[in-house]
């Protein structure tokens, strides 16, 4: 088999080490081919500004980049058999339309830095996706919890019925997970925001590099200016990412869970929409939560994802090791999955239906027993004395419950400060401000 290698010599590579080496790489480069093509366009636009490519080289090999960069957009971009990673596919379609111009790309840089600022645009792109999608379900949550935040439903402990909660609290509580969770997706994108370009092989380069010039056209807010650890980051910077999505994965999980048990005949608290629910071969009344079980599963994947990326990075000395190509297997799907079940719980709860006559059933009258022992204490009682009256009520049978309640404090059920977490989640979301980015990449690519 010919193979196209950047660093080939004289030396070929027997057909074993060839696949054993190369692995999934060419399948996962397809993830990061149109962002080292906007890499490219910004280091050749460096590269001429320091009188190592003419204007006229330049312009030819933006031109034919771009149309690389379209080819990317509409799914055609293919990496050719025996083409070892997207570096050398794209060099190679270059060197095919321009010749000897198209091997100029590669001055000033290495496949290290190269596939570093690759992740990190990819990283970027998914970042804005995710924060979207959360938005979104965010905003349905909200919603729900303003619509029934009036209907009551009981709260759990240890399994057993304790207090009075409602679906105000329920959804409302889901939605605050949700901004804490972003905070963590801020954190990510400020890390991933920063350009590692003109890092080379981790040790820079003797070419007068503009790495500034690079990091603005690319939309970073600044770059990893040391040149070794903008090498450390590899590794470092997917498992950011990957906490920030598992705490993401975390209330996803949580609430696919609740959503199960609350759906079930034993409870009968929500209904799900028909259209998410599956059949059974052979019980007909069977109507099985199937999007959320399967959401609760890939959620629980997702949340072993940082340990995966530790444990392949794990104790690497500094400098570039082959051990950082494996994480790309296990990182750059899982965006993917994570996606997929954002979008599957924003559709569920826009259309999941609520019971409101949960508390007819006498089952739940303990709920309320804390609502009399704090009316008698208000009344004067000392509150043990209280505790110890409305318990022996309980087991005497003589407990009748008022159903009427008044919360009134701060995140209570009669004061869900849902325009409070609402103006939380509004605040982090300002905080990526994705339009230098957008914008950035809009420059480069017109």
Known sequence: MNTTKLWTKNVQMTAEIEKFTVGRDREMDLYLAKYDVLGSMAH????ETINLLTKEELQLLLQELKAIYAQCERGEFVIEEGVE???????????RKLGDIGKKIHSGRSRNDQVLVDLKLFIRDQIRELADLVKNLFDELIQQSNRYKDVLMPGYTHLQVAMPSSFGLWFGAYAESLVDD????LAAWKITNRNPLGSAAGY???FPLNRQLTTDLLGFDSMDYNVIYAQMGRGKTERN?????????????????????????????????ADCTTGSSIMPHKKNPDVFELTRAKCNKLQSLPVTVTMIMNNLPVGYFRDLQIIKEVFLPAFDDLK??????????????????ILDNPIYDPIFSVEEVNRLAAAGMPFRDAYKK??????????????HIHHTHAGSIGNLCNDKIQALMDDVVNGFKFEKMEQAIKNLTL
Request: glycine share 6%.
């Open 182 to 185: 972003m905070q963590y997706l």
């Open 85 to 95: 990673d997207v570096h050398s596919q794209v060099e190679l379609m270059l060197t």
């Open 241 to 273: 990412v990957a906490f920030s999505m598992a705490t993401i994965a975390g209330t996803l999980a949580k609430l696919a869970f609740d959503a199960c048990m609350f759906n079930s005949q034993n409870f009968g608290f929500v209904k799900l929409p």
């Open 44 to 47: 050749i636009t460096m590269l």
């Open 340 to 357: 997929d079940c954002l979008q599957m719980a924003t559709y569920i709860i826009n259309k999941m239906e609520v019971n409101p006559h």
């Open 390 to 403: 409305v318990g022996l009520d309980i087991e005497a049978g003589n407990f009748t419950p008022d159903k």
């Open 204 to 206: 820079g380069s003797s």
